[in-house]
């Protein structure tokens, strides 16, 4: 079964559900540099967060927690973790993505993202994004190791349901509106 990633709406009870596996996992990652038990509860029961998991049957395998916003229209990536037994399958995208909707659904037009350089994660984000990618900072000194700083600009309309085939579409014809009794005007293309 391929892994699958889904929304969850943080509150008390479940992070006693899923805060223990989470903080394994950072502190799988991180060791005595990860997030204090304290701060990753913050970050996934705050309102204003976004937390998407990925799971593999019953396992949560990964999670990814951005927000809140610090200024209109922009929010960061707090925290981003697959499982070490996962990694190296693209499964941090669909998470990544899974935010993105998320967040623009809520009218968020820009992710930032300080990612890992080390692990090759800030290059990838570069090359996934290509011009919806700024670096904001170089390559920087952190507790975590050097840092990127990213700015993503999410892609309007990213939490729109796309159509369906069955769906009605408009039946006026696109550009000129035919008016009855009226023969239509040719017009000449804009010369230069």
């Given at each position: 079964?391929?892994?699958?990633?889904?929304?969850?709406?943080?509150?008390?009870?479940?992070?006693?559900?899923?805060?223990?596996?989470?903080?394994?996992?950072?502190?799988?990652?991180?060791?005595?540099?990860?997030?204090?038990?304290?701060?990753?509860?913050?970050?996934?029961?705050?309102?204003?967060?976004?937390?998407?998991?990925?799971?593999?049957?019953?396992?949560?395998?990964?999670?990814?927690?951005?927000?809140?916003?610090?200024?209109?229209?922009?929010?960061?990536?707090?925290?981003?973790?697959?499982?070490?037994?996962?990694?190296?399958?693209?499964?941090?995208?669909?998470?990544?993505?899974?935010?993105?909707?998320?967040?623009?659904?809520?009218?968020?037009?820009?992710?930032?993202?300080?990612?890992?350089?080390?692990?090759?994660?800030?290059?990838?984000?570069?090359?996934?994004?290509?011009?919806?990618?700024?670096?904001?900072?170089?390559?920087?000194?952190?507790p975590y190791?050097?840092?990127?700083?990213?700015?993503?600009?999410?892609?309007?309309?990213?939490?729109?349901?796309?159509?369906?085939?069955?769906?009605?579409?408009?039946?006026?014809?696109?550009?000129?509106?035919?008016?009855?009794?009226?023969r239509a005007?040719?017009?000449?293309?804009?010369?230069?």
């Amino acid at each position: 079964m391929a892994p699958s990633v889904r929304a969850v709406a943080f509150d008390a009870a479940m992070w006693r559900e899923l805060g223990p596996r989470m903080l394994e996992l950072e502190r799988q990652e991180w060791g005595s540099r990860a997030f204090s038990e304290r701060e990753m509860r913050w970050q996934a029961t705050n309102r204003d967060a976004v937390v998407m998991t990925s799971w593999d049957g019953p396992t949560l395998i990964g999670f990814a927690v951005a927000g809140p916003p610090w200024t209109k229209g922009r929010a960061s990536l707090l925290n981003v973790l697959i499982d070490p037994a996962y990694r190296g399958r693209g499964l941090v995208w669909p998470l990544i993505a899974a935010v993105e909707r998320a967040l623009s659904a809520r009218g968020i037009r820009e992710l930032e993202i300080d990612a890992r350089v080390e692990n090759g994660f800030a290059d990838a984000i570069e090359r996934r994004y290509k011009t919806r990618a700024t670096v904001i900072a170089v390559d920087h000194a952190s507790p975590y190791g050097p840092q990127r700083t990213i700015r993503v600009y999410l892609k309007r309309g990213a939490a729109r349901p796309r159509r369906t085939r069955g769906a009605p579409r408009s039946q006026t014809p696109r550009g000129r509106v035919a008016v009855p009794g009226r023969r239509a005007r040719r017009t000449r293309p804009p010369t230069r």
